[in-house]
């Protein structure tokens, strides 16, 4: 069994300033995960995976994730905050033999002027 | 840049009514499946399908949910008997031909399902 724990349901940061959405996993397999992000009224869209290889991912619009086993984290990070980053972001986990993913609940990210 | 489409966008019915929602995934990939988000709770996997048949469903799916791909570019969710419990966010999504489970699966606009 799989499941996905994002520990915040809401992040508000400063334009300009660090972004940081924290996600931690429980899986039988290795795991492979997913950040996605939800605009309003739009899909989702896959901004980065881990696939067992490098564990800093680097993904989409500046957008990285670390896979760090011992803390079963893969927590979704990038420098710099730009208006266009207010989404609904989702991590997302699939175990081996199986093409179910596995859903968090979301993060909702805003991004203040 | 090839996406996933689904119609409609939004769909409206009375409880008991059956509906249809209608994905086209993108044109290479063989795999597809069906996820729904009811309001304020997780995206759910219901259904994946592959070479014309169910390859994994979830508690959710049951005989009330069907799934087909009539034509060679349509892939669509049916819903014999709507409840009330089944208003939500459908989205459909796909992924290539490689058969393994890391692939990436890509996701549709969604379509809001209200069932009165």
């Known amino acids: 069994a799989q499941s996905v724990t994002q520990l915040d349901s809401h992040v508000s940061v400063s334009e300009g300033t660090p972004v940081l959405l924290r996600c931690n996993y429980s899986?039988?397999?290795?795991?492979?995960l997913f950040w996605y992000v939800q605009h309003p009224n739009k899909g989702l869209q896959l901004l980065l995976k881990?696939?067992?290889?490098?564990?800093l991912v680097k993904g989409i619009n500046g957008f990285e994730a670390e896979f760090k086993k011992s803390e079963t984290s893969f927590h979704l990070t990038k420098p710099s905050a730009h208006m266009s980053d207010a989404a609904e972001y989702f991590c997302?986990?699939?175990?081996?033999?199986?093409?179910?993913?596995?859903f968090g609940k979301g993060t909702k990210l805003s991004v203040i002027p | 840049e090839p996406e996933v489409t689904q119609t409609p966008s939004h769909q409206v019915t009375q409880m008991g009514q059956e509906v249809i929602l209608r994905c086209v995934p993108i044109?290479?990939?063989?795999?597809f499946y069906w996820y729904r988000q009811i309001l304020g709770q997780k995206v759910e996997f219901l259904v994946s399908f592959y070479n014309n048949e169910i390859s994994e469903k979830s508690e959710i799916f049951d005989d009330q949910f069907s799934v087909e791909r009539p034509d060679g570019s349509n892939f669509t969710l049916k819903i014999r008997s709507t409840k009330l419990e089944d208003s939500a966010m459908y989205f459909c999504?796909?992924?290539?031909?490689?058969?393994?489970?890391?692939?990436?699966?890509?996701f549709g606009p969604g379509t809001r399902l209200t069932v009165l």
């Open positions: 044109s290479n990939h063989l795999y």
């Open positions: 999504a796909s992924s290539s031909d490689r058969v393994t489970s890391t692939d990436t699966q890509y």
């Open positions: 997302v986990v699939s175990g081996a033999g199986s093409y179910q993913l596995t």
């Open positions: 881990y696939t067992s290889a490098a564990t």
């Open positions: 899986s039988s397999y290795s795991p492979s």
